[in-house]
């Protein structure tokens, strides 16, 4: 261990002490990563880790053998993600930050989580997405982003226009590079209604940026999330377009002259419906543009925009 330029190399063997505690965290093994890390304390009071980790265990030592009770591997899952929630609570209120060993309890943790809420889905006893993208959570939490991706593309095939589900798989894509994938999720989970995304679940500094951005030009709280994806449009940040899906073009007509009906009759939640009829314009022009449609519906369109909002309008064309 390095201090003030000096490295004690008698410290070696109390790291390799701290790095097995941390094991016995991820295995659940609380009572011996205590006796560990106050054999470590003894030898150095001042040990970096040790007290966060003491602290950290003892949490839990009197919540484990709770879950045993339950033979229904749902309610297992349920409980245990109730206590990591109570544990988060738990580490605010005494100023624990999130290091080496409450990560490595969260790994014991989600694991554990993650095989009841398999297991309960598995056999039937949750059958629903729901349980399903929560089990991708986990995964994405613990930075097993290849693992969330599988599970929520498997969820995303039974429900394929949830804007959580795609802005959740988005996210992970952008996490493992996969930018363009991650684009074109995310562009469609704004556009099929922003209201259902969860911005604080999301960690691309892409999606933040942005928002950040929506919100300086839109000064209202309340409406800004339903502006990002114009403001995404106006500064190219999704510029990578799927093809068109079948009868999409209908279904966009169709649904621009709901919105615009909408728009016409409804003041009061204009402030919702306009950028929402804004991005559908877009979406038309590129559908038009793609499937090489018409010319002159693309310049009724673009007029359309113009009167709706001329500062969008000029900026959409610079």
């Not at 030898?43 to 009197?62: D, L, T, Y």
């Not at 959580?164 to 363009?180: H, V």
């Not at 991650?182 to 892409?206: M, T």
């Not at 300086?216 to 999330?225: C, G, Q, V």
Request: hydrophobic share 35%; charged share 30%.
């Amino acid at each position: 261990m390095e201090k003030e330029g000096q490295i004690n190399f008698g410290d070696d063997s109390l790291y390799v002490k701290q790095n097995k505690a941390h094991t016995l965290l991820e295995e659940g093994r609380f009572e011996e990563a205590i006796s560990l890390f106050e054999a470590i304390g003894r030898e150095n009071v001042s040990f970096p880790g040790v007290v966060e980790g003491i602290k950290a265990a003892r949490f839990w030592v009197s919540r484990h053998g709770r879950r045993r009770k339950f033979a229904n591997p749902y309610d297992k899952g349920k409980l245990f993600l109730k206590e990591w929630l109570e544990f988060e609570k738990y580490m605010h209120r005494n100023g624990l930050r999130h290091g080496r060993s409450t990560a490595a309890i969260q790994k014991y943790a989600f694991s554990d989580i993650i095989e009841s809420f398999a297991e309960a889905y598995n056999e039937g006893l949750a059958p629903d997405t729901n349980l399903l993208v929560q089990i991708g959570d986990l995964f994405k939490r613990l930075g097993n982003y290849e693992k969330a991706v599988e599970v929520y593309e498997y969820a995303r095939s039974f429900n394929p226009c949830d804007p959580a589900i795609l802005s959740k798989l988005g996210d992970c894509y952008f996490s493992i590079d996969e930018t363009s994938k991650a684009k074109v999720l995310f562009r469609e989970a704004f556009f099929i209604d922003p209201g259902q995304i969860e911005l604080d679940q999301i960690e691309s500094p892409l999606i933040h940026t942005l928002y950040v951005k929506t919100s300086e030009a839109i000064k209202n709280p309340e409406t800004s999330i339903y502006w990002v994806p114009v403001i995404a449009e106006l500064t190219r940040v999704f510029n990578v377009k799927r093809e068109p899906k079948r009868g999409e073009l209908e279904e966009l007509r169709s649904m621009i002259k709901k919105l615009e009906s909408e728009y016409a009759d409804n003041r009061k939640k204009r402030a919702y419906i306009e950028p929402k009829l804004l991005n559908h314009y877009f979406w038309l022009i590129d559908t038009l543009k793609i499937l090489g449609g018409s010319r002159k519906e693309i310049e009724q369109s673009l007029q359309r925009i113009n009167e709706i909002n001329p500062d969008v309008f000029s900026r959409y064309l610079e």
